[in-house]
Every structure is written in structure tokens, then in C-alpha cells.
Nanobody
Framework: QVQLVESGGGLVQPGGSLRLSCAAS????????MAWYRQAPGKQREFIAS???????KYADSAKGRFTISRDNAKNTVYLQKNSLKPEDAAVYSC??????????????WGQGAQVTVSS
């Protein structure tokens, strides 16, 4: 099995910063694209950012210039550095990973989510 565990969520004031981490563990042969999504109450889950194994990144317009995605392949971990946070950034942030458990067998996995609250 593969598990993704997010950490780093919490309460931050508007304009503040926060870094989320998502560590993958279990039976892993290789991890390809890793991504972050978020879901605010009453809204659909939305894509925030993704990063390939070769560290090519992609961002949603709402994240460009404020959020930075990165990864540490040796640790099977993806990060999301969030700066200049706004109240509308408050949501449950979840990571997603394209994992190859056995050569040639790939599946997507989700973490349980980390709550981020932006409030003064």
C-alpha cells in the first residue's frame, strides 16, 4: 500500500506564509507527477500546482506568483510554499501522487488533507 500524509496546515493571518508537506510512504518503485489541490467549503476541489519527477512545474492562475511547489525525490515528499495568503486561500489542501508501486503498474493516490485557515 501507499500512504500520503500532509502536514503543515494551520491558522495564519492574511499576508502570512505557510509551507505544506506531503510525504509518500509504503511500497513505492517510483513517483511521477505530484500535485496539490484544495477544496473550500461549498466549492469543488480545484487544482493548485503540480511538479513532475524532473521538476517541471505547473500552476493555477490563483497560485502563480504566490505559491511555489517543490519536491525531494529522495524523501518522496512534495512541498507547497504559500506566501501572501488571502482569506480566500482557506481550504483543505490535499496532495496527489502518480505512484508506480511495481514496474509498469501505476495508480493515483490522495492524502487525507490539511486544513489551512486564513484569518486575523
Amino acid at each position: 500500500q501507499v500512504q500520503l500524509v500532509e502536514s503543515g496546515g494551520g491558522l495564519v493571518q492574511p499576508g502570512g506564509s505557510l509551507r505544506l508537506s506531503c510525504a509518500a510512504s509504503g511500497s513505492i518503485f517510483s513517483i511521477y507527477t505530484m500535485a496539490w489541490y484544495r477544496q473550500a467549503p461549498g466549492k469543488q476541489r480545484e487544482f493548485i500546482a503540480s511538479i513532475t519527477r524532473g521538476e517541471t512545474t505547473k500552476y493555477a492562475d490563483s497560485a502563480k506568483g504566490r505559491f511555489t511547489i517543490s519536491r525531494d525525490n529522495a524523501k518522496n515528499t512534495v512541498y507547497l510554499q504559500k506566501n501572501s495568503l488571502k482569506p480566500e486561500d482557506a481550504a483543505v489542501y490535499s496532495c496527489n501522487a502518480d505512484v508506480e508501486r511495481v514496474l509498469g503498474m501505476r495508480s493515483y493516490y490522495w492524502g487525507q488533507g490539511a486544513q489551512v485557515t486564513v484569518s486575523s
